[in-house]
T-cell receptor, first 111, second 114 residues
C-alpha cells in the first residue's frame, strides 16, 4: 500500500485566496483525521470522520475552514478565505483500529 | 476524559547515552498507548504501541516503553542514543475504549550531541 497520500506537498498562496488540501487514506481504513501543526500550537486535531461521516469538528478554528469526505478514498480540507495565520503543516491520518497512519503533510504558506 | 503529559519539551543527550522520554496519561478506561516519532519535514510514524498485552513493549530502532498502571506512565527509553534518533517524539492515548480519536501530548524534541 502507498500509505496516506496528501496533495499538494507545498502550497503558497496569497491572503484571501481559497485553498484546498487533499487526502487519500489507506484503503480499508474507516477513520480519517485532519491535523494542523505549528511551532506555537503544536499538533492540533481539526476534525475526524468515521465511515465518511464527520464525528467531531470542534477543532476547526473558524467557519473559514471546512472539510468533506465524499467517499471512503478521498477527503478535502478547504480554507476560504485564507489568512497568514493559517500558515502551518496540515496532516491527514487514517486508521482502522487505534493506530493512526500519517501522511507526509502539506506545508501551507499564506502571504 | 483522557489526557497526556510529556515532561520536558526538549531533551538533550550525548551519543551513546541513555534516552528517557517521559509520558504520563490519565484515562478512565484501560488505555491504548502509543509513541510516535517525527523526523524533520516528515509526518508522524509509529514507534511502538501498548494494547493491554505485555507491559514492556519493544518498538523500532531499539526503543522500548514500559506501561506502569500504578504510576500511569508510559516512558520511552533507548539504552544508547544515536545521532539519527534526533527527532520529535509524541506520546498518545486512545480516547475511550473504542476506536477513534487519539489524544496527543505536546511532544518532546530530542537532540543528540556527538
Amino acid at each position: 500500500d502507498a500509505g496516506v497520500i496528501q496533495s499538494p506537498r507545498h502550497e503558497v498562496t496569497e491572503m484571501g485566496q481559497e485553498v484546498t488540501l487533499r487526502c487519500k487514506p489507506i484503503s480499508g481504513h474507516d477513520y480519517l483525521f485532519w491535523y494542523r501543526q505549528t511551532m506555537m500550537r503544536g499538533l492540533e486535531l481539526l476534525i475526524y470522520f468515521n465511515n465518511n461521516v464527520p464525528i467531531d469538528d470542534s477543532g476547526m478554528p473558524e467557519d473559514r475552514f471546512s472539510a468533506k469526505m465524499p467517499n471512503a478514498s478521498f477527503s478535502t480540507l478547504k480554507i476560504q478565505p485564507s489568512e497568514p495565520r493559517d500558515s502551518a503543516v496540515y496532516f491527514c491520518a487514517s486508521s482502522y483500529g487505534h493506530e493512526q497512519f500519517f501522511g507526509p503533510g502539506t506545508r501551507l504558506t499564506v502571504l | 476524559a483522557q489526557s497526556v503529559t510529556q515532561l520536558g519539551s526538549h531533551v538533550s543527550v550525548s551519543e551513546g547515552a541513555l534516552v528517557l522520554l517521559r509520558c504520563n496519561y490519565s484515562s478512565s478506561v484501560p488505555p491504548y498507548l502509543f509513541w510516535y516519532v517525527q523526523y524533520p519535514n516528515q509526518g508522524l510514524q509509529l514507534l511502538l504501541k501498548y494494547t493491554s498485552a505485555a507491559t514492556l513493549v519493544k518498538g523500532i530502532n531499539g526503543f522500548e516503553a514500559e506501561f506502569k498502571k500504578s504510576e500511569t506512565s508510559f516512558h520511552l527509553t533507548k539504552p544508547s542514543a544515536h545521532m539519527s534518533d534526533a527527532a520529535e517524539y509524541f506520546c498518545a492515548v486512545s480516547q475511550g475504549g473504542s476506536q477513534g480519536n487519539l489524544i496527543f501530548g505536546k511532544g518532546t524534541k530530542l537532540s543528540v550531541k556527538p
